[in-house]
């Protein structure tokens, strides 16, 4: 047994307790005190330091994992967007117009109407929508935007385009592109910094709103088993000091029960500077985490910066090697000036010229001699050529990756990348390098529930598809890979080594019981999908008990 002294308040017993701690990896029990785990061992020795007042619960040999981080989330996009216009789900582009025609039926008469998550591939389409589409949905006074499910492009209505001030004279702004007809009029489909054009219209909410919404975020969070999180920036945002002020309310007020890394976006670099904040500042549930930079866009809006251009889905199409959101020389600029300030990078790089700019960049960097604390980072790693992989192990770069997009993104791959998938979501190959490799959901993006993202990292195939093959069977990894990316290698990417990520005497009290046995399930369960269909049962946090199943 492992022990600290004190007397418990919370014992789980009867359990299979994969604790992710070389030096104890099962266990029976499990004994909380004082947001901490006390105590790790078997029933017997750990049942007999209860005291009267200890809550005891049998678990039925349930299995006990240690509380999942995520460590990629758009936080409070996800958590607004649960009080939005959802379309994650929509399978046709009817059914999307549908959607949106029953919410601008409740809304109030000339307000926004703000949607996010279609996905033209999931209707088997290669066309985006137009303000025509939307326009016959909102009708002609109420402006509308709805993200694509990459957050990378937006479609807008005709309402929002005049609101904007956008027309046939309208330049493309720097790092956007905005989509034209023939005749060169808009055609209200919005690219990376385009859609900024229309956001800044687009009310922001309210302190009190804000802090509902990321309350019924964690709460559903919660149901998926997810303790911890690091919350991401968008390109030049200003969901970021939003977001930070939300959180020290709830945490003032003893409502944050979600350990978050908050990034911050490369544009504020000017006032960490002047406040002289640096990474880690906070505590065991708020903290300040990376410096966020984008190099690119995304791969289903077809502006992830390539080698090689996307294929052609028309003849007359001209060659798309994607789109530069940050130059070379600003980004390096930006590197250099936050680990001066004390600050490690998280970049998003998708294609993979991005991620071999990403990569010489990050080699100058530390031949310069300077290091952070905590290791530099890139977002996604999407595509990246064979002769790049290597270099994040060596030069010390967390592969923050988020396997679900593996499965959303296959049939886009296939259309665009051609035998280029083969160099898409290298999860085996990044892990096998030696790189330090975290998962997460990238949320609203995706489906932030990590049992999905385990399947697809495990099988590598969309549940409702099965028994069809893996794609890219040669990038499968195993389960006890896939949950240490979801506990310890998220919680060493975050610098939280020494506080989450295992089930280890003196850590935080944060481990979730599921519904089911995940090591007692066969090759051929897993490979029929029955990973995705795991549940917790208890979620706690800090010692207690923030989500139990009914």
């Not at 808009?186 to 009310?203: K, W």
């Not at 790089?349 to 310069?368: H, Y």
Request: with cysteine.
């Amino acid at each position: 047994m492992q022990q600290l002294s004190c007397t418990p308040t919370l014992i789980l017993h009867n359990a299979r307790i994969y604790t992710q701690d070389a030096s104890l990896p099962w266990a029976q029990a499990v004994a909380m005190a004082d947001g901490r785990i006390l105590a790790v061992g078997d029933d017997d020795e750990l049942l007999a330091l209860a005291g009267a007042a200890t809550e005891r619960i049998d678990v039925g040999g349930r299995l006990v994992l240690p509380g999942l981080c995520d460590a990629h989330i758009h936080l409070s996009h996800y958590a607004l967007g649960l009080r939005e216009v959802r379309l994650a789900d929509t399978r046709s582009r009817g059914e999307m117009l549908d959607r949106i025609r029953e919410a601008t039926a409740r809304a109030a008469p000339g307000a926004w109407i703000v949607g996010q998550g279609w996905n033209e591939s999931r209707w088997g389409d290669t066309d985006f929508p137009t303000a025509a589409e939307i326009d016959a949905a909102t009708g002609a006074d109420s402006p509308a935007i709805f993200y694509r499910s990459d957050m990378h492009s937006a479609v807008v209505n005709s309402a929002a385009l005049r609101l904007a001030g956008i027309t046939a004279g309208t330049p493309n702004p720097p790092g956007g592109v905005i989509d034209r007809d023939a005749s060169g009029q808009p055609t209200g489909f919005l690219r990376e910094l385009a859609i900024d054009l229309v956001s800044q219209h687009v009310p922001p909410p309210t302190p009190a709103e804000h802090d509902a919404a990321l309350q019924a975020g964690m709460a559903a969070l919660h149901k998926l088993g997810v303790t911890a999180v690091h919350a991401q920036r968008v390109k030049d945002g200003d969901d970021g000091p939003r977001e930070w002020a939300s959180l020290l309310r709830l945490r003032e007020a003893g409502k944050l029960h979600l350990r978050v890394a908050c990034n911050v976006a490369a544009h504020e670099l000017g006032h960490l500077a002047g406040l002289g904040l640096r990474a880690g500042f906070g505590d065991d549930n708020l903290r300040l985490g990376h410096v966020k930079v984008f190099t690119d866009g995304s791969l289903g809006s077809r502006t992830a910066w390539l080698l090689a251009p996307f294929v052609k889905l028309s003849p007359d199409e001209a060659d798309n090697y994607g789109v530069s959101v940050t130059p070379p020389a600003q980004m390096a600029a930006e590197f250099r000036r936050a680990v001066e300030l004390g600050f490690p990078i998280s970049v998003h790089a998708i294609g993979d010229r991005a991620n071999r700019v990403c990569l010489d960049i990050f080699e100058e960097l530390a031949s310069s001699g300077l290091a952070p604390s905590i290791p530099h980072r890139i977002e996604h790693v999407q595509i990246i050529d064979p002769a790049d992989l290597p270099r994040l192990a060596q030069l010390g770069i967390t592969a923050s990756v988020q396997p679900i997009h593996a499965t959303d993104d296959m049939d886009t791959a296939d259309l665009f990348l051609g035998e280029r998938g083969a160099h898409m979501y290298n999860f085996r190959s990044l892990m096998e390098s030696g790189a330090l490799v975290a998962f997460g959901s990238d949320a609203p993006v995706a489906d932030p529930n990590p049992f999905l993202g385990i399947h697809a990292a495990l099988v590598r195939q969309r549940v409702e598809r099965l028994p069809a093959p893996p794609w890219y069977a040669g990038e499968c990894i195993t389960l006890a890979q896939a949950i240490e990316a979801y506990t310890l290698g998220a919680a060493r990417a975050a610098g939280w080594e020494r506080t989450i990520g295992s089930i280890t005497p003196g850590k935080r009290g944060d481990l979730i019981v599921l519904d089911r046995d995940l090591f007692a399930l066969t090759p051929e369960e897993i490979s029929a999908g029955a990973v995705a269909q795991a549940l917790p049962a208890l979620t706690i946090f800090d010692g207690r008990i923030v989500y139990r199943r009914e």
